[in-house]
């Protein structure tokens, strides 16, 4: 199975504002020429494992039950695009810059206690995508309205726990299914 380690965003008031801009992203193009992240799969990926076979999700599991945070609270703001603003191919979500360290030490105790499990993340960069571009014509159109919602404030998302997913490839793009859920317990 590919494996990953996400912090859902499921703050309403966020959502709502990420489906306006998702909306707006969607009356740029042609139908079909990009795809928005559905609204329950929006999440910041906080390590991303890649293919593991059953026992070495449950090693992972086991180890990531032993990571200990107190909730807290961050705001999702900015967007951006990969692999650059200027050629964008996926819109992203931003978190305002405590959010971002708070985001950063929470993924980096997930990277602790994972080990060498998957390959290097480097720097860490809280984003959650939002969008898919499929057609690279639209280019110029999505960077010009990525450029205009660098400041957007979307809301606050309170941070109280991470899962494990797994991600299976399916027609309308991946499909995350819960392995385990660990929520935050004072250190």
């Known amino acids: 199975m590919r494996a990953f380690v996400a912090v859902d965003v499921d703050g309403g008031e966020a ?13 740029l193009g042609e139908e079909g020429s990009g795809r928005a992240a559905g609204r329950g799969s ?15 999700a449950a090693a992972a599991g086991k180890a990531l ?28 979500a931003g978190v305002d810059e405590d959010g971002g360290r708070r985001l950063a030490a929470l993924a980096a105790d997930v990277g ?16 959650a995508t939002i969008y898919r571009i499929r057609d690279a014509r639209r280019a110029g159109d999505v960077a010009g309205y990525v450029r205009g919602l660098r400041g957007a404030r979307f809301g606050p998302q309170r941070i109280g726990r991470f899962k494990l997913r ?12 819960d392995v385990l859920s660990v929520g935050a317990r004072a250190a």
């Open 112 to 127: 602790r206690a994972l080990g060498p499990a998957g390959p290097a993340a480097g720097e860490f960069r809280p984003h």
């Open 15 to 27: 959502l709502d504002a990420i489906g306006r801009v998702q909306e707006g992203l969607e009356n």
């Open 42 to 56: 929006i999440h910041f990926t906080l390590k991303f494992i890649g293919e593991v076979g059953g026992g070495e």
């Open 65 to 92: 039950e032993g990571v200990r945070f107190e909730p807290f609270a961050v705001h999702l703001a900015g967007v951006g695009a990969f692999p650059s603003a200027s050629r964008p191919r996926a819109v992203w």
């Open 166 to 177: 797994r991600s299976a490839p399916g027609p309308g793009g991946a499909v995350h299914t």
